[in-house]
């Protein structure tokens, strides 16, 4: 393990397994709160809470498999990137249903903004915004001090980590050098 992969790795050992745990806490989190509030779930919460835990464990498997990589065992990393590339479409399927469904409970069913439909319309935005932040842009700056200093200084949003190594390993599947 290189010496700047120390630091990586020990970050990566708890992280992805936060990720792994909010692809269950946050969306039962939700559900509860809305049972909570004497509301009922509905299919645009079922709908949400799917598509928000889906790309959460798509983002521990990620960082999951990276760890595995910094400790020298790539079969892991290996194993998983091209799964996870191949779930780009299905991923962002899942939150265009989400947010067809709860557009269509807004509109079709009476009762305005319930529970359930806050409750769903955050888990898809959610959803959205991990689609983002794994498949095309670094949305995430506040866990780490060199990205939120990079933020904070202008350079802005760069492509995401798992972006990068998906497009790395398309370009040496063709058999191509990737410079990137």
């Known amino acids: 393990m290189s010496a700047k992969a ?15 745990a909010n692809a269950v806490i946050v969306p039962l989190f939700a559900v509860g709160l809305v049972l909570w509030a004497g509301g009922e779930a509905t299919i ?6 799917i598509a ?3 790309l959460l464990v798509i983002g521990a498997l990620y960082w999951r498999a990276v760890l595995r990589q910094l400790e020298r065992a790539s079969a892991s990393f290996d194993y998983w990137l091209p799964r996870l590339a191949a779930v780009e479409h299905v991923s962002l399927l899942l939150v265009f249903a989400a947010s067809i469904t709860v557009a269509l409970e807004l509109v079709l069913l009476e009762g305005g903004w319930t529970a359930a439909r806050l409750a769903a319309a955050s888990l898809t935005a959610l959803a959205a915004l991990e689609y983002v ?13 060199a990205d939120f200093k990079r933020l904070m200084t202008g350079r802005g949003f760069r492509k995401a980590h798992m972006a990068r190594d998906i497009a790395a390993w398309r370009f040496r599947a ?4 990737f410079v990137g």
Do not use: I, M
């Open 6 to 20: 120390g630091p990586v790795a020990r970050r990566l050992r708890w992280y992805w397994q936060l990720e792994a």
């Open 44 to 49: 645009a919460l079922f709908a949400a809470a």
């Open 52 to 54: 928000c835990s889906t």
């Open 133 to 145: 932040n794994y498949y095309k842009v670094q949305l995430q700056h506040f866990d780490n001090w």
């Open 174 to 177: 063709r058999g191509q050098d």
